[in-house]
């Protein structure tokens, strides 16, 4: 059985995450249903959807910490769940939601931690980790404040370090939930710009967002999800419509070229 | 480093019987008087090193238990493991097991630090709150205590009574190399485990998804820490009962000089809990009292303080 799905069913193209028929439970509930999609190099995929249409546990299922019920989650024709965690930390970096800092650690070395699964110590950081580390303090224009506790920092600014610490790892693919969650509307900017700036470098990153319009701006595909299903996955141009508004969010929208307006609730 | 060095040969210096240092010196590398070599060798010495010893042991856990569970008030003692490994210890004093066999107090207490470090570190799993874990240690502390109370009010005897009332307080006086030989195994085995975890506690910095997420394997990282401080706190207390706070005490001072890395914090934090405890055995000594007051009454009277100060200097933002 395991035989016949890696040559029949695996990833056709090996490179990238690759997930199919994924089903995610907790208890008795089931909280993603026979999802299936690709994340490719180049590509900058918006996930979208209400609360609770199970993005989250999509993203978590898709990066392998949590066993899916059925399905699986390649990444490099491997599957991430099984795979071990320093190895696949390698291929894919993963920023969550919530990203509490339990002491108040100075910029570069939350940075550094990026650098966890190549074998970096913080303090001590050399050769390909310190460039790394350097390279994605530089990119998130932090260089300033490498030196300071995060503790000091500000919403847009402890941002940009957690983007830094996911850009350190070097990883080809990057996982994002939602990143700009709770920034004013120039950090948003910001930290999108960073992620598009990732893509253009030959990586792959799939990002949670809720603002329909940065999506519609950055995204070079987006796929809808709602009561745990998939329901659509497409470029913005095929899949944002007046219908797919009311579909998923329930709310009336008016779609004008690049710009995005939801004018209210059905 | 030095501090340390310096300390422990002050612990040989001081005692009831005045010595020269030239003397201590000459006792510690075999030569000098037969009486000044047992004063210093046999009785001065030991005692040092059980102090150091112990100090280190705790001040690794408490730095490691701290970055586990990422909070400054995690401790052995705060978190009823050291209560526990009491328990286990004054159960084999009172069945009689500790006269029958040396390893019987170092197991037993290993034991016990093990059943409460595993409650802790599963409760650790259902609760982000830093509160309710600190709550199920009172609880944990509470019960091994009462548990302990129990046993010292079943006492057969004011011998076995006064044994185990010397492990609830704790201390480190009449310590021996044998007893040393017998925890030393598991308290290196333990502080060993805790190193090669080190870099695992960096990660958890950034909370237990991201930590996953740049490559940690948790379970493991909860496995190891848990055996770590365990067998390193078990061995502690099988030396010299409980003593508290040291945990907390030693990685404070250190957390801001290492940028608030928990793995560079673990050596430092056991230099600094060896250095206090053989700085506080020293003052008990000194201290001129009529019966020699308990390491872990003055650990405590020193400690619970900086623990007040601790928990009181936290924004609630962090809960």
Known sequence: MIEARSTTMANPDASGLAVSGLRLTVGDATLVEAASFCLRAGELVA??????????TLLRGAVGLVRPAAGWAQVEGDDTVAMAPRRRARQLAYLPQNRPLAWPSPVRDVVALGRFAHGAALGRLRGADRTAVERALAACDLQQLAGRSTATLSGGELARVHCARAFAAEAPLLIADEPVAELDPYHQFRVMDLIRAFVAEGGGALVVLHDLALANRYASRLIW?????????????????????????????????????????? | MLACLAALFAACLLGSTPLEAERVLAALFGQGAAGDQLVVVQIRLPRALTAFAVGAALGASGAALQGLLRNPLAEPGVLGVSAMAALAATGALYYGYAAASAWAMPTAAIAGALVGTTLIAFSALRTASAVTLILIGVGLSSFAGAAMNLLMNLAPNPFSL?????????????RSFLDLAFAAPFLIVGLGILFAARRGLSAL?????????????LRQQRLLVVLGTGLATGAAVALAGVIGFVGIVAPHIVRPMVDHDPARSLLPSALLGGLILVLADIGIRL???????KLGVVAALIGAPAFIWIAMQRRSVHD
């Open chain 1, 225 to 266: 999800m709602k009561g745990g299903r998939i329901l659509a996955d497409g470029t913005p141009a095929a899949t944002l419509t007046t219908q797919r508004l009311a579909d998923i969010y329930g709310v009336r929208g008016r779609i004008d070229g690049t710009r995005v307006e939801i004018e209210g609730p059905l």
């Open chain 2, 205 to 217: 910095t950034l909370g237990e998804e991201a930590a996953s997420g740049v490559g940690l394997n």
């Open chain 1, 47 to 56: 996930l979208l959807g209400p609360n609770g249409a199970g993005k989250t």
């Open chain 2, 162 to 174: 006064a044994d185990m009332i010397n492990w609830v307080l704790g201390s480190v006086a009449n």
């Open chain 2, 287 to 293: 201290v001129p009292t009529v019966s020699e007051l």
